[in-house]
């Protein structure tokens, strides 16, 4: 009979802490909609890497500035797992500079006391966007990416002082693979998408008809947009350069189609990823110069 007890007291707490869960949820939403984020300014960079292997960060940054002619509103940052602290994130390179767009990889079972100790050890949070496990679509189902991102998302609220939260899926995934099932809105201040036109063959569409599904579903639940990674495959002959550039240059139109702002435009990359580098033609780097422009 004792053990029937403390099982059934065990599942009633089970599910005292899952509605505590709801409520502080719940609680977070009203607050944002009672105080609502002001809409972003639109920052436009791009990923920095690792061409010169042997070249420090600050000099990588410095050289990808000079062939846009343009300072880097915004970097792209990527951190393959869970860093132990803000001195083992590549955030260290350029926080409290630049606006940074920041994915980690947290695992199922990473704790939310082991993010809070992760994101209080960021000395300005400002200006840093927080992407909890970067197109989860390609590891895991979405029922395991909610729980997790509802983990990350508690250690967010704990320690506070960020930009905003929220996934960056694949956005062939809006069209063809129900990406958006992975999106919490109640629980995010944007969402994001990844854009590489040549791997679906549409080259002929603008940004804005690409991106449409995902467009739609920002605007329709009050979430500000971003473009974590855009690009186009140089090596795809097919598609001549003039098409690939009028695709970049397309993006200065995205903007207009955010109606809580979009946030950010990050082009990958400026050094590295081969044929999708964006100095492997000057119309893509001249494209890329206008859209950057258009949110000056």
């Known amino acids: 009979m004792s053990e ?18 709801r409520v502080r949820e719940l609680e977070d939403r009203v607050s944002a909609l009672e105080d609502p984020a002001p809409t972003p300014v639109t920052s436009t960079g791009m990923a920095v890497g690792w061409r010169g292997r042997g070249t420090s960060w600050p000099r990588l940054i410095e050289e990808a500035q000079a062939m846009a002619e343009r300072p880097m509103r915004v970097r792209r940052v990527y951190d393959p797992d869970v860093p132990a602290s803000f001195e083992a994130s590549h955030l260290r390179h350029d926080n409290g500079r630049r606006v940074q767009v920041w994915s980690f990889k947290p695992g ?6 082991e993010l809070v100790r992760l994101f209080a050890s960021i000395p300005d949070r400002s200006d840093v ?12 189902p979405p029922e395991e990416y909610h729980a997790l991102y509802r ?4 250690a967010f609220v704990e320690v506070g002082g960020f930009a905003g939260i929220g996934p960056c899926l694949v956005n062939w995934g ?9 999106a919490i809105p109640e629980l995010s201040d944007f969402l994001a998408v990844d854009t590489y036109v040549d791997l679906e063959g549409t ?6 008809d690409h991106l449409r599904s995902a467009l739609d579903y920002a605007n329709a639940h009050g979430l500000a947009f971003g473009v974590g990674e855009f690009g186009v495959d140089h090596d ?24 809580h702002g979009l946030a950010w435009l990050c082009y990958f ?12 033609h000057p119309d893509y780097v001249s494209a890329y110069r206008h859209v950057w422009d258009a949110y000056a």
Request: glycine share 6%.
């Open 151 to 154: 983990t990350a998302h508690r």
């Open 4 to 21: 029937l007890v403390t099982v059934l007291g065990e599942a009633a707490l089970d599910r005292i802490n899952a509605l505590a869960d």
């Open 108 to 113: 199922v079972g990473t704790s939310s006391d």
């Open 236 to 259: 795809r002959r097919e598609v001549s350069p003039e098409r690939k550039a009028a695709w970049i240059r397309s993006f200065a139109e995205v903007g207009d189609h955010a109606e």
């Open 174 to 182: 809006v069209r063809e693979r129900n990406e958006l099932e992975y």
């Open 269 to 280: 990359h400026a050094d590295v990823g081969g044929n999708f580098r964006l100095d492997n």
């Open 203 to 208: 080259p002929e569409e603008p940004a804005v």
């Open 129 to 140: 966007w927080v992407v909890p496990f970067h197109e989860p679509r390609d590891d895991m």
